[in-house]
């Protein structure tokens, strides 16, 4: 009789230990039951996402921080760093519901989280993938046969540009006018021919002021067309009509 009575209270012992159930988590996706007013179905509460460190609303983007999770029973209470708690009523692995004052019983249901929660929608990883890279220029349509390679600038030598217009004038003025003897203006010709630019400059303006030679006579040599570009020139066959 002893030794029945003992392997009872073992069998129930061994029973009793493996019908014990593991306590309740609220950690999933959950939706809030819905009401029908007529044609119009409204859903009581909002949408959770809830975890080990944090419950999110993502109708709205709230994150609420969690402190610790304190576990009674069936009934699983929330504490946030705030010092507030909320109190989940565990029915079962797919049910559950809160109490809200002056509502009352808000049932929520466990949902499948989205497939796509957290990525980037098609239109933007669409628009991610054919931006172009920051600096980057757009290329167009090669075209078939065209071995031509773009032309970088090219920099103007010896000083800043001058307006076309006071170019244009300048060479006007060498068609037109008789070249100088070439002893007169033979040492800024030189100069300005080895890209001297300061000393031809130099020495026309001498000769411009010494009237040993004209404006209109330095505009036609062409061997001073190296210095047309240059403002300084420009300025010294305006200065000397």
């Known amino acids: 009789m002893k030794r029945a009575t003992a392997a009872l209270l073992a069998a129930l012992t061994v029973i009793g230990g493996c019908s014990k159930t593991e306590p309740p988590s609220i950690n999933g996706h959950w939706r809030a039951e819905r009401v029908q007013v007529q044609s119009l ?16 609303v993502p109708a709205t983007n709230l994150r609420l ?7 009674h029973g069936n009934n699983v209470t929330v504490q946030f760093a705030v010092g507030l708690g909320w109190t989940f009523f565990v029915e079962s692995a797919t049910r559950m519901y ?36 920051s600096g980057a220029t757009p290329q167009g349509p090669a075209v078939e046969g065209s071995s031509a390679t773009p032309q970088a ?4 030598p010896h000083g800043p540009r001058v ?40 020495e026309l303006d001498a000769a411009l002021a010494n009237k040993t030679v ?24 305006a200065r000397n009509p």
Do not use: C, M, W
């Open 214 to 237: 004209t404006a209109a006579q330095a505009a036609g040599d062409h061997r001073l067309a190296p210095l047309r570009n240059d403002i300084r020139y420009q300025a010294l066959i």
């Open 153 to 156: 600038p090219q920099a103007t």
């Open 98 to 133: 809160i109490d809200v004052p002056l509502v009352g019983k808000v049932a929520y249901t466990r949902v499948a989280a989205p497939s796509n929660a957290g990525q980037p929608a098609p239109v933007q990883q669409a628009l991610q993938l054919t931006k172009p890279a």
């Open 163 to 202: 307006p076309a217009s006071v170019a244009q004038g300048a060479d006007a003025a060498a068609e037109r006018v008789p070249t100088a003897s070439p002893d007169v203006l033979a040492r800024a010709a030189e100069a300005a021919q080895r890209n001297d630019f300061d000393t031809a400059l130099r």
């Open 65 to 71: 921080p969690v402190d610790h999770v304190e576990r």
């Open 41 to 56: 179905v409204i859903p009581i509460g909002p949408e959770l996402v809830i975890n080990d460190h944090e419950i999110q």
